[in-house]
């Protein structure tokens, strides 16, 4: 099930992890944001999965390219003949801002929620790892874990702690310690492969859902 809101239970488990002092910083309502705003963005990516279900991807994307084209030919065709007078003045000018418009907001969101995704990328997920990271940072705390001596090496730390309940919380699935710390490895220093654009769309999503 889409997450909406954590339980009373979930968000006394986090709050237990966060032994900083939170910078002043609503970390439930903003966690909770951070889901909302994760399952809103997977909805869209599933409405494009079932637009383009049975049909290769990358032809569609070309069939609307070269539809935009033509439409802005003709807008510029037409004006070079309003331009020499060729009309007369009755002339009603044909709309083609409308669909301008619509086939280039529909090639801007195939670069946002298909091409990004191409073999195993899941950057919906991966930018849910790194806002809950950032918001970790944010209210405080440190991306540093240590490996326990006496459980075979099992990374541990409020960070890996706050990761696993934040994740099982908005995911509804289980994390290993060590699988949250690969997270913590993939996202410390310079985000490889981070998409700003993707951040926004889900911030949009959440707000006009609000």
Not at 35 to 62: D, N, V
Not at 185 to 200: A, E, F, I, S, T
Request: with cysteine; net charge positive; glycine share 6%.
């Amino acid at each position: 099930m889409p997450f909406t809101a954590l339980s009373e239970a979930e968000w006394r488990a986090i709050r237990s992890t966060c032994t900083h002092t939170s910078q002043g910083i609503d970390l439930r309502r903003e966690i909770d944001k951070i889901g909302q705003a994760f399952w809103a963005a997977r909805a869209t990516r599933e409405m494009w999965i079932k637009k383009l279900h049975g049909k290769k991807p990358a032809k569609q994307r070309e069939k609307i390219y070269k539809a935009l084209m033509s439409v802005r030919q003709s807008q510029k065709a037409l004006a070079g003949v309003l331009a020499d007078g060729l009309l007369d003045d009755d002339f009603v000018h044909p709309d083609f801002e409308t669909p301008e418009n619509r086939l280039d907001a529909w090639l801007s969101d195939y670069d946002l929620w298909v091409q990004p995704f191409a073999g195993k990328n899941d950057p919906i997920k991966a930018e849910l790892e790194t806002r809950l990271m950032d918001l970790w940072k944010k209210s405080g705390g440190t991306l540093r874990w240590s490996r326990k001596k006496d459980d075979a090496g099992t990374p541990y730390a409020p960070v890996v702690d706050f990761l696993t309940l934040t994740l099982k919380a908005i995911l509804g699935k289980e994390f290993t310690p060590s699988g949250v710390a690969k997270m913590i490895v993939r996202h410390r220093g310079q985000r490889q492969g981070y998409n700003p654009w993707l951040m926004y769309a889900m911030h949009v999503r959440i707000t006009e859902k609000s």
